[in-house]
């Protein structure tokens, strides 16, 4: 048992990545490929750095490495403790120590599955995301994500609607919300789930560290989902990890006019399965796990509801969501109104900004 | 010799008493005018010579020096010319003095003597009697604009030569009112019933009307958003006497009034979305009423709310709040009134358009809702979202006249007054909190409904009250004393708070 969770060795090699992070980007886009840089053993690592990091490597003080992570209130595994989740020991440059905010086994879920995609997504593809997180999540599978805004902020907020716990990878320091939008997001999660990331805290982030944080949320998870990408978006190496790594990329087909869904589109036309809602991504897990298929657990059956009130819940259902779609006459429109009222008080819709009423779930 | 006239300038929406003293003596042929007379009150020395000339008057060859007092107001405008040329008159002794006993007297002078219409006139005929003059001199145009102040003699006359025999009593001024200009061509009333596809909408539209709620009109373009703001005014209940005086004042201190009668037709009030923050709540340095304040007892509309720049709508905010704004110009503080109905539109996203075929991004609409969701909203009480017409509606059905409608805002608004004229308030949209908690009594029920919204919609404090200003005017409609929960639910169905944008964004 290593104390504390991450040895001497692990420690050391991080606060290395850490201090060589500038020129990682560089090295990066020198060898194009990702395996190639995190995966050198240390002395390759060394040959890099400049002398005074060398010198930092020969005098690393791990004590005072582990009293900064618990101070931050993190959580260490490194590759040598049991912790470790075992699905990353698979990839080519497995992360050395993982710095964890809430619960480590968390990441050890057998069946967790990644959702992901673009920041600046449409709110079709949030509203997907959202549904496909808290469908998984119903059913007691975990969910990964990176914490983005878009696609994965919504993923991880569906997910925290249902009882599973969900995953956040950072890139960077696993205390600080990034984007700080997220803020609450990021306590919501690390108190429901977990945060991770392979850097320590303090550690600013680069840009590699984006690309490289998308090959631990492949690895986590049993498969990958990507929920709308334009055709050159980081989401689309988060699928090419999980690729590589075997597991199964699914993903949400788009209009094809939209920018946003060129990637996920692409995906499809290259062989990854098209999902369309939670069950679809279950069907896919029980497919890689050779388990029998999870049954989403669905909210309780709404009560009885009196036919008018009923149609006009189906009318709001297919998009008619404004008054004067509901109603063709004045006193038509005070029993529209009414049964509104009624229908979002049950929360089966809900009013929008703009004053038009959309399905609750 | 010396001649002192009465004659008023326009101050803001009121007017101020102002004497043109002459005085005429020997040296070298001169005319000077002091004062802080503006360029224009300045230009007026060619006007009177001409027109005094070419009426068959004599134009005094002598050292001329006019004074405007008091000296510490501002004069502007061609309203100075007709004063000033009876002034030179009396000073050369041309008209007797006496002749100008407790006389006022405005109007512009054309080089031929004709009498042209000025800004304002209303304003100056209630200056007028305010000062206890009993006669006043104007140009014919504005004659019946004048004579809507009781027991004042107005005097309208065509040119200098007809002012100068009034005055001296050589001829009798025609009735005022024979001489009031053709009503000019009023299109022809915008009515609901010219509203297709729309009838669903339109008992939102009665309680905000009714109410005096201000209303938010969200939807896709070309759904007819600007077509029912339009016809609002059709719905709100006719101007009182006392609200008819006030807007003829100030259409008539904007300019916009044609010198008859009174105003009966509510102001509607569009501009445009590239308007500035003193156009809009007036300002300048004479500070002249904005369109806020020629909205005064109408409604002001605003199209594309997210388009117009966000100083000119913090403007808005005292008017919306305290129904008059204050101007600071230099030494001048000013108010005007500003009790307007605000209705406001605005397309659901930056695109413009509507759900289906939208491609905003997310951030884009964070964006959109954040420029609308400003310091405005907090004082509109209802919000209707404004859908696409189904086809077969704008085909078939037939929507109510706006008197049928109009006939149930003026019943309800009587029931506010009954409970509001002590306040001195007209309708519930105008009610504070401490007056709300007063007068809208709601049923044990329907304050337990309330209470459950506030929990389970997550309404604030102020939207709360917004909830139940509506109903208040809900149950005004139902002709119901007190609030019940049927009423709280149909508000909650009109209220302006959305739920919480969808967190992602």
């Avoid at chain 1, 990958?224 to 334009?230: F, L, W």
């Avoid at chain 2, 959109?368 to 209802?382: E, K, M, N, Q």
Wanted: include cysteine; charge should be neutral.
């Amino acid at each position: 048992m290593t104390p504390a969770g991450a040895c001497d060795t692990c420690l050391r090699r991080t606060a290395l990545i850490v201090m060589l992070s500038g020129r990682l980007d560089v090295e990066w886009r020198r060898r194009s490929v990702a395996a190639r840089v995190l995966g050198l053993p240390d002395e390759d690592l060394l040959a890099l750095a400049p002398e005074a990091a060398r010198a930092a490597y020969e005098r690393f003080d791990a004590g005072a490495a582990r009293e900064r992570a618990v101070g931050a209130g993190i959580v260490l595994a490194c590759r040598c403790s049991p912790r470790y989740p075992e699905r990353l020991r698979a990839l080519p440059d497995p992360p050395a120590v993982l710095h964890v905010v809430g619960d480590p086994a968390a990441l050890s879920a057998p069946d967790a599955v990644a959702i992901v995609g673009a920041r600046r997504a449409t709110s079709y593809g949030l509203d997907v995301a959202r549904a496909l997180g808290r469908g998984l999540s119903l059913a007691d599978v975990p969910v990964v994500s990176g914490l983005a805004l878009g696609v994965d902020a919504a993923a991880h907020h569906g997910a925290l609607e249902g009882p599973a716990p969900t995953v956040a990878v950072l890139a960077a320091a696993p205390e600080t919300p990034y984007p700080s939008q997220n803020r609450a997001l990021h306590a919501a999660v690390a108190a429901r789930g977990a945060v991770v990331s392979e850097l320590p805290p303090g550690a600013p982030a680069f840009r590699w560290c984006f690309v490289a944080r998308n090959r631990i949320v492949a690895a986590l998870s049993l498969v990958t989902v990507i929920v709308e990408a334009t055709e050159r978006s980081g989401s689309l190496t988060t699928a090419d990890f999980a690729a590589d790594l075997g597991c199964t990329v699914a993903a949400v087909p788009g209009r094809v006019t939209t920018r946003t869904a060129a990637g996920t589109n692409g995906l499809i036309q290259t062989g990854a399965a098209l999902v369309s809602s939670a069950d679809d991504v279950l069907d896919l897990l029980a497919e890689a796990t050779g388990r029998p298929r999870r049954v989403a657990a669905r909210p309780p059956p709404p009560a009885a509801l009196a036919p008018g009130l009923r149609r006009l819940l189906t009318a709001v259902e297919e998009g008619r969501g404004a008054l004067g779609e509901l109603a063709a006459g004045p006193e038509e429109a005070r029993t529209v109104l009414a049964g509104l009222g009624e229908l979002e008080f049950r929360g089966l819709i809900r009013r929008t900004f703009g004053g038009r009423y959309e399905p609750a779930a | 010799m010396i001649a002192r006239v009465s004659t008023f300038a326009v101050d803001g929406v009121t007017s101020r008493r102002v004497w043109v003293e002459a005085d005429i003596r020997q040296g070298l042929p001169a005319f000077t005018v002091v004062g802080l007379a503006d360029k224009s009150v300045r230009e007026a020395r060619e006007r009177v010579r001409a027109a005094l000339v070419n009426s068959g008057f004599e134009f005094p060859a002598k050292r001329i020096t006019v004074n405007l007092a008091p000296a510490d107001l501002r004069k502007i405008g061609p309203g100075f010319d007709l004063p000033l040329a009876i002034a030179l008159l009396v000073a050369s002794g041309q008209l007797d003095a006496d002749a100008l006993d407790a006389t006022a007297i405005i109007g512009e002078l054309s080089l031929t003597g004709e009498l042209r219409a000025t800004r304002g006139t209303l304003a100056i005929a209630e200056g007028a009697r305010r000062h206890g003059l009993r006669r006043l001199l104007v140009p014919r145009g504005v004659a019946a604009e004048a004579a809507l102040v009781p027991e004042l003699d107005v005097l309208g006359a065509a040119d200098l030569e007809e002012a100068v025999a009034f005055l001296r009593g050589a001829a009798e001024p025609p009735e005022p009112h024979e001489l009031a200009p053709p009503e000019p061509e009023v299109p022809a009333p915008l009515d609901l019933a010219d509203v297709r596809g729309h009838n669903g909408l339109i008992p939102a539209l009665e309680v905000a009307a009714a109410g005096g709620h201000n209303l938010y009109l969200h939807g896709p373009p070309g759904t007819g958003k600007t077509m029912l703001a339009r016809r609002l005014p059709s719905i709100l209940p006719p101007l009182t006497a006392g609200e008819a005086i006030e807007v003829t004042r100030i259409q008539s201190v904007g300019g916009l009034h044609h010198g008859g009668g009174l105003v009966s037709v509510r102001p509607f009030r569009a501009p445009h979305h590239t308007i500035s923050a003193s156009g809009l709540v007036g300002g300048g340095s004479q500070p002249t009423p904005g369109e806020a304040t020629l909205a005064h007892h109408g409604v002001l509309f605003l199209d594309e709310l997210s388009e117009f720049a966000r100083p000119s709508l913090e403007a808005l905010r005292q008017p919306l709040e305290d129904g008059h704004v204050t101007i600071v110009r230099g030494q001048k503080v000013m108010a005007f009134p500003t009790r307007f109905m605000l209705v406001a539109a605005s397309n659901p996203c930056p695109c413009g358009m509507g759900d289906d075929d939208c491609s905003c991004s997310a951030a884009d609409l964070a964006r959109h809702h954040r420029r609308l969701s400003g310091p405005l909203l907090d004082r509109i009480d209802v919000l209707l979202a404004v859908g696409r017409p189904v086809a077969g509606a704008l085909r078939d059905e037939q929507a109510p006249p706006s008197s049928a409608v109009r006939e149930r805002v003026v019943a309800a608004r009587e029931r506010q007054a009954a409970r509001l004229e002590p306040h001195g308030l007209a309708c519930n949209a105008q009610m504070s909190a401490r007056l709300l908690r007063e007068h809208a009594a709601a049923t044990p029920s329907a304050m337990r409904l309330l209470y459950e919204l506030h929990d389970r919609h997550r309404l604030s404090a102020r939207g709360h009250g917004r909830v139940l200003r509506v109903a208040r005017t809900l149950a005004d409609l139902d002709e119901s004393a007190s609030v019940g929960p049927e009423h709280i639910t149909l508000a909650a169905g009109l209220r302006l708070e959305a739920a919480a944008l969808a967190s992602a964004a």
